[in-house]
Structure formats: C-alpha cells, structure tokens
C-alpha cells in the first residue's frame, strides 16, 4: 500500500518519502542573506522527502518581513550554495519558495516608497518592521508597464535558485501575498487584461509559470495555493471556480506540483471550497498541507486525496519527523516564542530520538 514512506519519483528526483517539510518564515536572515545556523537548521531535516524552504523574495520590492532571505544577489546565491550544500551531503531535496509579498509590505523596506500591488486597496492590518507593527498603507496599484518586469523578476529569481544549488522553485501564489493579490476579486479591481474576469485574473500566475519554466524546467516548477485561507485580509467571491481555472492553466503548463493549504488560518476546514475538485483538475503531483498528522496523511495518501503531505509545526520542532513517525514516538511540541527571529533556540535546538 502507498503511505507516506513510499518512494515518488518528482521530475527527476526520487523522493525517499512523500513527507514534506512546509514553507515556514523564520527571519533569521540578516540582511537577506542566508546563514550557516539556516544552514544547520535545514540539514537537520534533510531526511524530508523533500524541503521547501521559507519564503524568499524575488526581488527588493517583494519584501515585506524583517530578516527574510532573498534569492536575487549574488551574495544571497552564495549564502545559499551552504544551504543546498547542506541538504544535499544529507542526501535530501530541496527546493527555493519564490515570495513577493506585494501589498503586504511597508514603505520603510522601500525607502518611504508604498508597495506595489494589483489595485490600490489596503489591506487591514499591520506589517511587520524592524520597528515593530505599523499599520498597513495603501498600496500603489503597478502600471500594465510594469507587468513584464515583475515577471521577470520571477523569472531571474529562479535562475538565481538553480545557481544556488537548489533542485527546484515552489511559486508562492498563497497566503496574500501578491500572486495571490492577483488571483483574487477582494483585491483585484484592475480593468486592464490583468484584472476582471477569472481568466484575466490568473494571467500573471500563467505568465510568471510560463517564464520561470522557461528558465528552468517545467518538472523544477510547483505552485502553493490556499484556497479558503483569509490570511493577510484576502477575500474572493468565487473562490471554487477561481482556484478549479487555476488547477486546469497549470495543468496546461505541466508543472510538477500543487502545493494546497486546505485550511484556514486558525486550521479549520471551510466547505465553501471542495479541494478534490480542484485536485481533480490537476494532472501533477499534489502536496497536500493543513493540520495533518500521521494518520491523516497516511489516509489522503491511500485514498489518492494527495500524492505527497506537507507537515509545517510538526517539522519545524522535529528535525526527524520520518523517524518519529516511523516509529509512532512522542513529537516534541514547538515553542511559539521562538518561531520568529532570533538565535539557535528554538530553531537547531530541538532533539531528535536519539539525542
Ligand atoms: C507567517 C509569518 C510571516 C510570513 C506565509 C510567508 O503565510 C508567510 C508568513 C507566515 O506564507
């Protein structure tokens, strides 16, 4: 029977286990570059099938938290290269989650300039700065011009990944953020060919997938999406039909997977979308993600709900989470004070079963 400890082939990587380790911020990257404690801390976990890493942005403008890497100097390569480096020695995958934070950003990391975002709606709330919270502010609404160089800036970001040794790119199209901005009504007012109908609302999504599979190879490529998370105040009216459209084009484009948070923000299931239906409409591997445990991640695999579960606080205070549930032993439990920023604690110091 297929479980969690079968192999999978992704392109032309054979995954030891479909066991992932989820995206997860953890701003322990001064100046944006990458370090030897993020180093150690994803070698830990390297027994993953796979690793996708915390988001990491594409570009200045994209972003939009204190301490997060970015994947487009050549220093950040460099700070990079000891991460996969890392991964790779452990005989494990990993692949670099590509992140524009869009509207969900602050003047002070653009010299007092607004962010950029579909339409010039600010979101409620408050971003995070190395000054502390401060509100959101109406983002500026990006010119059709300057479509193709968000593009771009996509497209370079994923050369940049396979420079620094990573064995693929996640697109962060999830959570708010501005690929997400795009796909949705709440936050998409545009009257030009990037906003209005669903069609027109997922072209960036198609375009930045076409350019960065062009760059790199279309078995490199997944995609995270969160269809009924309303993190970072993102609202649509259609969500079902809107994320179903979004299965199809990227099947079209043959990615290699779908990365989908089934849940909301606090973890709960919201009916209003039915996610075999999008899963449905995708002929990739799909990542299934939200809340699982063991048992539940065994059983979407058996009833084929996914191909691959990502697990996100189970991993973050398990660095030998295979292990653990190889071996139905006791997880340790994570501390929320130290999921962001910081030092080593809580980050590289959470025992493994044979510490
Ligand atoms: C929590 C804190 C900061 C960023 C996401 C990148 O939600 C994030 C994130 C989550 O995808």
Known sequence: MTDLFSPVQLGNLELSNRIVMAPMTRNRAPQGIPTELMAEYYRQ?????????????ISEQGIGYPATPGIHTDEQIE?????TEAVHDARGHIFCQLWHCGRISHPDYH??????????????????????????V??????????????????????????????????HSANGYLLDQFLRDGTNRRTDVYGGSIENRIRLLKEVTEAVVAEIGADKVGVRISPVNAFNDIHDSEPQALFNQVAEMLTDIGIAFLH??????????????????????FNGLSIANGGYDKARGNAAIADGRADLVAYGIPYLANPDLPERFKQDAALNEADQATFYGGDEHGYTDYPTLGD
């Open 138 to 171: 109406e983002p500026r609404a990006l010119d059709a011009d300057e479509i193709p160089g968000i593009v771009d800036q996509y497209r370079h970001a994923a050369a940049c990944a396979m420079q620094a040794g990573f064995d693929g790119v996640e697109l």
């Open 79 to 83: 700070g990079w290269k000891t991460v």
């Open 111 to 136: 010299g007092g300039s607004k962010p950029v975002a579909p339409s010039a709606i600010v979101a409620a709330g408050q971003a995070f700065t190395y000054e502390g919270l401060k509100d959101f």
């Open 45 to 57: 976990r390297a027994s993953a099938g796979l690793i996708v890493t915390e988001g990491a942005q």
């Open 260 to 281: 989908v948070v089934e849940v909301t923000m606090a973890g709960d299931v919201d009916r209003a979308v039915d996610m075999s239906d999008i899963r449905r409409r």
